[in-house]
């Protein structure tokens, strides 16, 4: 068996001991490979390592496999190409290293990535990820799930066959966990951004939303405000939400502010992607809130949409925002800077969480390292929509 040669990518080399195996015929046509186990055990790799260098030698079609019976030697081979390149390798003339390693890299080094939608922040992340990968001479393909777990899935059943490795912005829920479970039981190399997949250990690059959350409701508490409702419809849908609502949570008890249950909100609203229907819910909404004699003088909303409809209803109902009630975001979406009234919100680094996932998955896919999620710190951006109650 061939050492590893320091400096080279470790699917390589298991990838030219098969090719030299095949092309010297001590693997012939129709012969059994050893098991995926067996060979990581046998290199001292990772299974993922292992995959890399199998999914190289099917491309080149020395390969195929039989589900629940393993991997052959085809018996069409065609060995000129596959028994010069070795011989090129072993005398060291005909390529340099670089021309040798791209012959062995027949198959685009692409990864891909799935959004469930193409908000803002779904734009931001996709240019830090198509930064590292270009960095590292891979490409990106991009997949919209338009919010549709059904989409999701067939997005997740392609691309689990042709992408070296997958980033996936989950839709919430819990409709595509067996095809994320059967991922990493096959130990395929993917990464998830913003929010975690339930029950399932898998690298995430998240925004920190329970510290971001905190800190606004610390920021409104400051102000003067003890009155403080929270609004995110979907809140015991979405993980992202609810670690919002612990960090609201968290600062109001901390200043000695009992939290209210008819001041939260979560509901899951009809129709949030179309602006009327959501205008006319957030409308419904402060009018209920803000009939009675005791009333939230500020609003915290789990995110920036959410909050520039809010600031909408308040406005039209004759309300000033945010004199008669402040109201605060998440996310710092571009447009908050240029409302009728500028949103205080919470800004995530959508760029950073994008390239940072980029960075790991493509190192996992290339040289089988295992990698760890990474939690990005938010920033409060103070704007005009929040500002010290009025005494009543």
């Not at 298991?14 to 059994?32: N, Q, T, V």
């Not at 011989?87 to 027949?106: C, F, Y």
């Not at 590292?132 to 997949?143: E, I, T």
């Not at 939400?241 to 939260?264: S, T």
Request: hydrophobic share 40%; proline share 5%; glycine share 8%.
């Amino acid at each position: 068996m061939r050492l590893m040669t320091q400096g080279t990518p470790l699917y390589r080399t298991i990838f030219s001991y098969f090719l030299e195996e095949i092309a010297e015929r001590r693997l012939k046509a129709g012969d059994r490979l050893p098991t995926e186990l067996e060979i990581a055990e046998r290199f001292g790799v990772s299974r993922i390592t292992v995959i890399r260098a199998m999914k190289e030698l099917e491309h080149r079609q020395l390969l195929y496999r039989v589900k629940g019976k393993g991997t052959f030697v085809r018996e069409d081979l065609d060995l000129r190409n596959e028994r010069g390149m070795h011989d090129q390798a072993k005398s060291g003339t005909g390529q340099d290293s670089s021309d040798a390693e791209t012959a062995a890299d027949v198959a685009l080094p692409l990864i891909s990535v799935i959004m469930s939608d193409l908000e803002q922040a779904g734009q931001d992340m996709l240019r830090g990820i198509e930064h590292a990968a270009r960095k590292h001479g891979y490409y990106v393909s991009f997949h919209n799930a338009m919010m549709d777990p059904r989409v999701e899935r067939s997005l997740l059943e392609k691309l689990a066959q042709d992408a070296r490795g997958i980033i996936v912005y989950p839709c919430a829920g819990m409709d595509n966990i067996d095809l994320f479970s059967g991922m990493t039981i096959r130990q395929f190399p993917y990464v998830v951004i913003d929010h975690p997949l339930e029950g399932i250990e898998v690298p995430l690059f998240s925004p920190d939303n329970e510290g971001g959350s905190y800190e606004m409701t610390r920021h409104l508490i400051r102000l003067g405000h003890e009155r403080i409702a929270f609004v995110a419809p979907g809140l015991y849908l979405h993980p992202s939400l609810r670690q919002r609502y612990k960090g609201y949570c968290r600062a109001l008890i901390e200043a000695g502010i009992p939290v209210r249950p008819d001041w939260i909100e979560s509901a899951d609203w009809t129709d949030v992607s179309k602006p009327d229907a959501l205008l006319r819910e957030a409308s419904a909404l402060l009018q209920r809130w803000l009939s009675g004699h005791s009333r939230p003088t500020a609003l915290l909303a789990g995110n920036d949409i959410l909050a520039i409809h809010l600031i909408k209803a308040a406005l039209t109902a004759g309300i000033a925002v945010p004199e008669a009630l402040s109201v605060a975001g998440f996310d710092n979406l571009a447009m908050t800077e240029y409302l009728e009234v500028p949103l205080t919100t919470v800004s995530q680094p959508f760029y950073e969480m994008g390239e940072s996932a980029a960075e790991a998955l493509i190192r996992l896919v290339r040289d089988g390292i295992p990698i760890a999620g990474r939690q990005l710190d938010t920033t409060l951006v103070i704007r005009e929509s929040t500002a010290a109650p009025q005494q009543n």
